[in-house]
């Protein structure tokens, strides 16, 4: 026997809905995304597929919407306000001076630490002027974090942020979906228990959809970490070097 040796495809948004829908119970397994009255279920289960993915930024570290987001940095200018497709900043950030032409290959990066709400407000010279912010603090009252810095930058330059996107939206139900192929059978996990609590199937059903997407969604959060394995260490000569 030949062993298959090509990589599975990866589902369409709508064929993950219709396999949600016919897991719940709610359809037969002989149904089609061409079939009747799919229309109105396939919007349905993309707006329900978004609160989903949305929901996901609660359940853990998720290593795909982890990147970096390089913000330009004006003299003068204190305040930022981030894209909407930023959920959060983590951790602190690397100033990157106004020299440095390629930010990928950099040189003379500066550490800038993110503070607090109170350790801000307790500042007493918010308007003082240096080269370089050495410290910041992200508000996040609005739909996006607000970035201040301080002191106020004399100099431009290019602050390197670590970030949280949100995932990639379901209203599209020919795409595929904005997570590594390991997430599929999750999410139609996940959508059989919302659509069987929306079309009031018998409480055993849900309770069982429910238990079985909690577990296959701890799974998938279990291994979507960085797998780094161990802290890297880098050693090099400065000028401070004995």
């Not at 219709?18 to 919007?43: C, D, F, H, Q, W």
């Not at 707006?47 to 989903?52: A, F, G, I, M, S």
């Not at 939206?169 to 059978?185: A, E, I, M, P, V």
Request: with cysteine.
């Amino acid at each position: 026997m030949t062993l298959a040796t090509e990589v599975s495809a990866p589902v369409s948004i709508n064929g993950l809905i219709l396999l949600a829908y016919k897991r719940a119970g709610i359809l037969p397994v002989e149904a089609r995304l061409s079939g009747a009255n799919m229309t109105p279920k396939l919007e349905h289960g993309r707006q329900t597929l978004d609160l989903v993915l949305d929901g996901l930024a609660t359940e853990g570290f998720i290593a795909r919407t982890t990147s970096f987001y390089d913000l330009p940095i004006v003299a003068g200018e204190s305040q930022y306000t981030l894209p909407d497709t930023v959920l959060d900043v983590f951790e602190d950030a690397m100033f990157i001076p106004s020299t440095n032409d390629d930010t990928k290959h950099t040189t003379g990066e500066l550490v800038c630490k993110q503070m607090d709400t109170s350790t801000w407000q307790l500042m007493t010279n918010k308007g003082a002027i240096s080269s370089r912010p050495q410290l910041f603090v992200a508000l996040r009252g609005g739909a996006t974090p607000v970035l201040r810095f301080w002191p106020v930058p004399s100099e431009d330059g290019t602050m390197r942020l670590k970030t949280v996107r949100l995932l990639g939206s379901g209203s599209d139900g020919t795409k595929s979906l904005d997570l590594q192929r390991y997430w599929q059978d999750a999410i139609v996990w996940c959508l059989a228990y919302h659509f069987a609590v929306d079309a009031s199937m018998p409480l055993d059903r849900v309770a069982m959809l429910a238990a079985t997407s909690a577990q296959k969604k701890k799974e998938c959060l279990g291994y979507a970490f960085e797998h780094t394995g161990t802290q890297a260490s880098v050693a090099y000569q400065t000028q401070w070097s004995a």
